[in-house]
């Protein structure tokens, strides 16, 4: 299977999949929306549970400077590294084998414009997830965005100090939580 890069200088060029039926892409449709809500030009971009990079390479072809993703799955780090090198993008990202909430040991010192999050759905990890930002707020800039993905369904009571719920969006049976840093 591939994915069709949605827009920019990269728009309609296929990427290849993770070869995991467990792997869930982000919706052509969602992704187009996301590049029409944030302008990625020039931002620094960390994208977890990244599977093939789809985001990734979606936020670099509309602009953006680099990206890092992080993934616990080898086959999805094998996906990301192939497709950064059939786009020619290799020095644009970095790739961490990890899983989140082990990551920030090698994201320390880094700061991003913009972070976003598509764990499985239904399976707590958007509290889990939205606990380990909150607390490791310093990865994203005063003024940057975290944005999530997930089931509308799946349901999370947490609520962050140190960055702000602005907006949920309605995307189908998904919803796009978009936080803001202060």
Known sequence: MALKIESGKFKNINIDTVDDPRTRYTPATLRRALMSIFDFSGANFLEFFAGSGIMSFEVISNGAKS???VDISSKAVRSILKN???????????????????SITKLSGEQFDYIFADPPFNNRYVQEFLKFIDSNAFLIRNGGYIIIEKYKDEKSDYMPKNIIIEEVRDYGD?????CFKP
């Open 67 to 69: 990206s890092t993703m």
């Open 84 to 102: 950064a090198k059939s786009l020619g993008i290799l020095d644009n990202i970095k790739v961490i084998k990890s899983d989140f909430r082990k």
């Open 174 to 178: 998904i919803e796009i939580l978009i």
